[in-house]
Nanobody
Framework: QVQLAEAGGGSVQAGGSLRLSCAASGYTGSSYCVGWFRRVSGTQREGVAAIGVNGIPTYADSVKGRFTISRDAANDDLYLQMTNLQPEDSGMYYC??????????????????????WGRGTQVTVSS
């Protein structure tokens, strides 16, 4: 059974940084996409960053140059380093894994698939 548990959310001022982590279990390194999504209050869930089977990261335009996704190959744990945070980055951040054939760009654009596994989320609040 796939289990994803996020940690590291919190409250920061604009310009600050946070590092999210995701403890993953229940699947092997054969997963096709792992990544981060977020839901900003009043909006739909959106893709933030993902890594596909080739190991190359993909980012939403809104976070390019500020966020860095990484993965621990030894245990499949996932991380999201967020810098220069802005109030519009506030929201619930979710770790996700897709075990079917997955193109990260499409997975992010479609806000995940019906087969995507989700964590419970961690709240990020950025004040101006």
């Amino acid at each position: 059974q796939v289990q994803l548990a996020e940690a590291g959310g919190g409250s920061v001022q604009a310009g600050g940084s946070l590092r999210l982590s995701c403890a993953a279990s229940g699947y092997t390194g054969s997963s096709y996409c792992v990544g981060w999504f977020r839901r900003v209050s009043g909006t739909q869930r959106e893709g933030v960053a993902a890594i596909g089977v080739n190991g190359i990261p993909t980012y939403a335009d809104s976070v390019k140059g500020r966020f860095t996704i990484s993965r621990d190959a030894a245990n499949d744990d996932l991380y999201l380093q967020m810098t220069n945070l802005q109030p519009e980055d506030s929201g619930m951040y979710y770790c996700a894994a897709e075990l079917t054939t997955c193109r990260p760009e499409r997975w992010l654009l479609w806000s995940g698939f019906q087969t995507t596994h989700w964590g419970r989320g961690t709240q990020v609040t950025v004040s101006s």
